[in-house]
Nanobody
Framework: QVQLVESGGGLVQAGGSLRLSCSAS????????MGWFRQAPGKERAFVAA????????YYADSVKGRFTISRDNAKNTVYLQMNSLKPEDTAVYYC?????????????????WGQGTQVTVSS
């Protein structure tokens, strides 16, 4: 099992920044990628960004390209999501997830483990 704990959410004004963290513990050697998803009220969980551990390849949803950056600290088993130029439509619960395989990183079913989520609210 892999345990994931998110932190860093909060309330920020439009145009501001937040950095989310996702700390992994347990059988982390069984995972090869991690991603961030978000879910707004009444909407489905949506892909935000992902990073493949081998080579550090990253993927982003079109809606966040150029504003969000995903990164990983191998020594700390932690993945970060730096969010800049935040917009009210970025408001959602943000979840991190870990995947054993690296083929379906843009869909929730591609992940094996999930965190509990952290709320991000962007005011206009």
């Amino acid at each position: 099992q892999v345990q994931l704990v998110e932190s860093g959410g909060g309330l920020v004004q439009a145009g501001g920044s937040l950095r989310l963290s996702c700390s992994a513990s347990g059988r982390t050697f069984s995972t090869n990628a991690m991603g961030w998803f978000r879910q707004a009220p009444g909407k489905e969980r949506a892909f935000v960004a992902a990073i493949v551990f081998s080579g550090g390849v990253t993927y982003y949803a079109d809606s966040v390209k150029g504003r969000f950056t995903i990164s990983r600290d191998n020594a700390k088993n932690t993945v970060y999501l730096q969010m800049n130029s935040l917009k009210p439509e970025d408001t959602a619960v943000y979840y991190c997830a870990a995947a054993a395989l690296v083929y379906y990183l843009a869909v929730p079913t591609g992940y094996d483990y999930w965190g509990q989520g952290t709320q991000v609210t962007v005011s206009s």
